[in-house]
């Protein structure tokens, strides 16, 4: 065989790979979900249905209406040896590692993982499921875009509610709860660069010194609206710096019509459909690797307004890596 054809034989097959990443065998995208009960909240119950919700109420059902193929859904429990263990941020760190486990492992099949979490405090799994998809003892360099109306920047010492679920974002950089990110098979931390906020608008005053004082970059509401350059600016700049991309969406982000029954709106957010438009325009880049979605007020949407909001975000994400 001529070695010149060789050589462009080789050189074409990163390009064919990439094309066919999270591809079944029939071309469908394959897609696994992967649902996180744990919630880390000291003060309410454990677990809570409002993950699964999602996935129960149309949106497995939506997916498969796009031309996706359900590889799987993985619900995360701790074993009968974890049960025994106490603690509620200890016992959530070890939900945590089971839900990296589940995401690498959906990773290294080539399915595209899609994230149902009853809060934010779960987005440290997810990252550290695809930090360490790759060759063992190899950590993956993971970016991450987070849609959020809040920061979730603060650490136990900055925090005015003490809420676990303000401290995510912290807790991947490698600020706050140590034990826990490692758990959570995030080791190494983020570094600050990784990390793009998106329309975040309501953040403590300590929160929001250290967010001004970090090397984090941002994406606005309007951004989001117009569809703006910003958008494709930090999805390239992601894509030079990291080897996957994740994206995550806590729900009360939206403008509050959408999300009635969450309990932390803020006004002035994106529409889902404002919203699944730049998902579409971001998972096109072939480095954005998973999507979350977190805190769905499953018994306070009685018309299903949120649900759908849901499904339209999860549509939009779909449509971009159809795209591809």
Not at 153 to 162: A, D, I, K, R
Request: charged residues 20%.
């Amino acid at each position: 065989m001529n070695r010149y054809f060789v050589l462009i034989l080789l050189l074409l097959i990163p390009t064919v790979a990439a094309a066919q990443k999270y591809r079944a065998a029939d071309g469908r995208l394959s897609v696994a979900l992967v649902i996180n009960p744990y919630g880390g909240d000291r003060a309410g119950p454990e677990t809570a249905a409002d993950a699964a919700a999602m996935a129960e109420g149309g949106l497995v059902d939506t997916l498969v209406n796009r031309g996706v193929v359900i590889q799987r859904i993985s619900t995360v429990a701790l074993t009968d040896e974890e049960e025994k263990q106490y603690g509620q941020w200890n016992r959530f760190g070890m939900a945590n590692g089971h839900l990296a486990e589940f995401a690498a492992e959906n990773e290294r099949a080539g399915h595209f993982n899609i994230g149902l979490y009853n809060n934010c405090s779960s987005a440290p799994g997810m990252l550290g499921g695809l930090q360490q998809s790759g060759p063992p003892g190899r950590p993956l360099r993971v970016g991450m875009i987070w849609i959020d109306a809040h920061g979730d920047y603060n650490t136990p010492e900055t925090t005015l509610s003490g809420m676990l679920g303000g401290m995510p974002v912290a807790v991947s950089a490698g600020h706050a709860l140590t034990r826990m990110r490692q758990q959570s098979g995030l080791d190494p931390a983020l570094p600050e660069r990784y990390i793009v906020m998106a329309c975040v608008r309501d953040t403590d005053p300590l929160e929001q010194d250290r967010i001004d004082r970090s090397l984090i970059e941002h994406i606005t509401v309007d951004d989001i609206r117009a569809r703006s350059d910003n958008i494709d600016a930090q999805m390239e700049r992601l894509s030079c710096l990291t080897d996957l991309i994740y994206i995550h969406i806590d729900l009360d982000v939206l403008d509050p019509p959408e999300v009635m029954g969450h309990p932390l709106t803020v006004p002035n957010g994106p529409t889902s459909a404002e919203l699944a438009a730049a998902l579409e325009v971001m998972f096109r880049y072939k480095k954005a690797a998973a999507l979350g979605i977190a805190s769905y007020p499953a018994d306070d949407d009685p018309d299903k307004t949120t649900l759908r909001a849901v499904y339209r975000l999860a549509v939009g994400a779909i449509k971009g890596l159809q795209a591809r």
